[in-house]
């Protein structure tokens, strides 16, 4: 019999915290940004409750040089995610450990060569979560004056993801043989050159670096836009997304797994997990009450400047914040992200003001503000009713958001059946339910000769 389906759960950290504000609030150190003990203290937190895996963003530049909002915000400086993953393979040994690495502004062998190291480190639990960085100010840090057109990064994404996953199979996963009697270190008929020739890159490889217990990292993926959706449909095995609503949720659900199908995969093997904003009580009014305490730390400066980032839009600065939003042009920025909060200031008619506060938390994500049962009911319905396969938990503050969501809510979902008590195994693939993605020099036996 068949083990029954359960939520997989991904612990977003943001340094210290989800919500813009969190850096002044009580419980977060205010500067997390720099210490590695913090990022130590959550990723242990986190394996103990058997998450998954921790979830690591990334952006290339500092998205806020308007030194009216800069100087009130902690969004701007912190460890590159690479590095500080590396130091937390060290202390854990279960979960799994996903960062953000751009295609728009690294080469492939880059990522190849880092995502391969720390998945050898971390005895196969490194996750690559693929973007294409969005926005104008990183551009400008790798000899650009502006960003190049949406469609062409996910052009340059679609090869770039081919020629990391060719240099991951640079070697079949029993080449070295490191015989001191004979002195091969390797099996020369194990070793392939990819040799790659197309319209972005050249790249002749091997990449040096061995496959690890999981073959290769788990690749991830962000984007929501229909050149995201195609992308994650043919490459990703989970997905980052935002919906608010439910039927959002379902619609996105249903799109990305006919798309894995039609490329030829199962779509059981993409775990779509979007993020959630949990704000948890005792009661339903003290959970709001914690939000408003949050919502209360927000400065106006701040505020215009997490709506300007999060739509990839010029300066508001401007606009009356009590009055509508303006007419925009369209982003050559995050284009899903634009569409997700245009739509919800178009349906509930809110001000610039509204809106901000709207996004000030999960920035487009799903917010649920309530009882940890009310929280655990929600997650349930999207997994069951085919809105999510599980969740990337976006806590509030840090560490003391995480910590209430996996004292409050966790034991509930456990008591449903819905989330594990032990780790099924020591990669990220395992724990996942993916499977091992086989190198394509490596035959099966026929069925008849392997039970001969």
């Given amino acids: 019999m068949s083990k029954a389906r359960q939520i997989k759960l991904g612990a977003f950290l943001m340094t210290d915290g989800h919500h813009v504000a969190a850096w002044r609030h009580a419980r977060a150190p205010a500067n997390a940004n720099v210490r590695v003990d913090h990022f130590l203290r959550l990723a242990r937190i986190a394996e103990a409750a058997k998450f998954d895996a921790i979830f690591l963003s990334d952006s290339l530049g500092v998205r806020d040089t308007n030194l009216d909002s800069v100087r009130l915000t902690s969004r701007n400086v912190g460890f590159e995610p690479l590095t500080l993953l590396s130091a937390l393979s060290v202390v854990t040994h279960h979960i799994g450990l996903i960062g953000t690495a751009s295609t728009s502004f690294n080469e492939p062998f880059h990522i190849a060569r880092k995502f391969a190291s720390l998945d050898l480190l971390s005895g196969g639990r490194a996750g690559w979560n693929l973007v294409t960085s969005s926005g104008e100010e990183e551009a400008r840090n790798f000899n650009l004056d502006h960003h190049v057109p949406h469609a062409d990064r996910y052009d340059r994404a679609r090869e770039f993801v081919d020629v990391v996953k060719g240099l991951w199979n640079s070697w079949e996963d029993d080449a070295f043989i490191r015989d001191k009697v004979t002195g091969d270190f390797f099996e020369a008929q194990k070793l392939h050159v990819l040799d790659h020739r197309g319209r972005h890159f050249k790249v002749k490889g091997p990449l040096n670096v061995a496959r690890s217990p999981q073959g290769h990292p788990v690749i991830v993926q962000a984007g929501a836009s229909e050149d995201g959706r195609h992308l994650a449909g043919a490459s990703a095995e989970a997905i980052f997304c935002a919906h608010r609503t439910f039927g959002e949720a379902r619609a996105f659900y249903a799109d990305i797994k006919a798309r894995a199908a039609n490329a030829g995969r199962d779509p059981d093997h993409v775990k779509v997990m979007p993020g959630v904003f949990p704000v948890i009580g005792r009661t339903a009014s003290e959970a709001q009450e914690k939000f408003e305490e949050l919502q209360s730390l927000i400065h106006p400066a701040v505020g215009l400047q997490l709506l300007t980032t999060v739509m990839g839009v010029g300066d508001l600065s401007g606009c009356d914040v009590d009055g509508p939003l303006p007419d925009l042009p369209e982003t050559n920025g995050p284009k899903s992200r634009q ?103 490596t035959q099966r036996q026929p069925a008849a000769e392997a039970a001969e």
């Fill in 339 to 441: 569409q997700l909060v245009l739509d919800a200031a178009r349906r509930d008619n809110l001000t610039i003001r509204q809106l901000y506060l709207s996004i000030a938390g999960a920035r487009g994500h799903w917010q649920v503000v309530g009882t940890a049962e009310h929280i655990a009911d929600q997650l349930e319905e999207r997994f069951r009713k085919d809105g999510a396969d599980g969740f990337n938990i976006m806590a509030p503050h840090l560490p003391g958001g995480l910590e209430d969501f996996i004292e409050q809510v966790l034991p509930i979902l456990r008591k449903r059946g819905l989330f594990r008590t032990e780790y099924e195994g020591t990669t990220l693939r395992e724990n996942l339910g993916l499977p091992f993605p086989e190198h394509p020099a």
